[in-house]
T-cell receptor
Framework: KAGVTQTPRYLIKTRGQQVTLSCSPI?????VSWYQQTPGQGLQFLFE???????NKGNFPGRFSGRQFSNSRSEMNVSTLELGDSALYLC????????????????FGPGTRLTVL | GNSVTQMEGPVTLSEEAFLTINCTYT??????LFWYVQYPGEGLQLLLK?????DKGSNKGFEATYRKETTSFHLEKGSVQVSDSAVYFC??????????FGKGTLLTVNP
């Protein structure tokens, strides 16, 4: 079974631009989560989608948004890029997502490395 | 909310040495616990997990036991290899539909 794929793998943008990142989950997985990884803040949760609905959102400004399509593929968008948005953006998929202390496992993609100049 | 505290390192070992990376957690109830590994330039890979107290997760020679008495999930390996050099993250669910991670432990294994 193919793993989680993310495109593009690398992106260079300038401040003020916007960017769209794409994630294709493992076949059959309906939950897609996005995380931001930076050296200073570590791994931080952005949002999670299931069946095209956002079920949870992390503490990020409204410039960060996402969506999920009927085939479970997901995109996240960052508008008006800032230097601090430079990070590795990781997508994870799971069959139905973690609820409470649930045992569902998240499988991660290779990430998209975004550099904002 | 649920949280995890992880030994930060960095940890430098010689090949075939014994590895322990400490992880303690604070949680409501008994959530699943995870160890993920990140090799240079890559995303996170699930290393092992445990879904209930006293469970032992194991994979690729790594082991971790879910200990509710000490609220710990320490990662161990009896004999590390150069190829084990990576960053290791302890994680558990926090609220619904998301994981919270430790800060990561950089492991370097020298030949």
């Amino acid at each position: 079974k193919a793993g989680v794929t993310q495109t593009p793998r690398y992106l260079i943008k300038t401040r003020g631009q916007q960017v769209t990142l794409s994630c294709s989950p493992i076949s059959g997985h309906r939950s897609v989560s996005w995380y931001q990884q930076t050296p200073g803040q570590g791994l931080q949760f952005l949002f999670e989608y299931f069946s095209e609905t956002q079920r949870n959102k992390g503490n990020f400004p409204g410039r960060f948004s996402g969506r999920q399509f009927s085939n479970s593929r997901s995109e996240m968008n960052v508008s008006t890029l800032e230097l601090g948005d430079s990070a590795l953006y990781l997508c994870a998929s799971s069959p139905s997502g973690l609820a409470g202390g649930g045992a569902d496992t998240q499988y991660f993609g290779p990430g998209t490395r975004l550099t904002v100049l | 909310g649920n949280s995890v505290t992880q030994m930060e390192g960095p940890v430098t070992l010689s090949e075939e040495a014994f590895l322990t990376i400490n992880c303690t957690y604070t949680a409501t109830g008994y959530p699943s616990l995870f160890w993920y590994v990140q090799y240079p330039g890559e995303g996170l890979q699930l290393l092992l997990k445990a879904t209930k107290a006293d469970d032992k997760g194991s994979n690729k020679g790594f082991e971790a036991t879910y200990r509710k008495e000490t609220t710990s999930f320490h990662l161990e390996k009896g004999s590390v290899q150069v190829s084990d050099s990576a960053v290791y993250f302890c994680a558990l669910p926090r609220g619904n539909y998301k994981l919270t991670f430790g800060k990561g432990t950089l492991l370097t294994v020298n030949p």
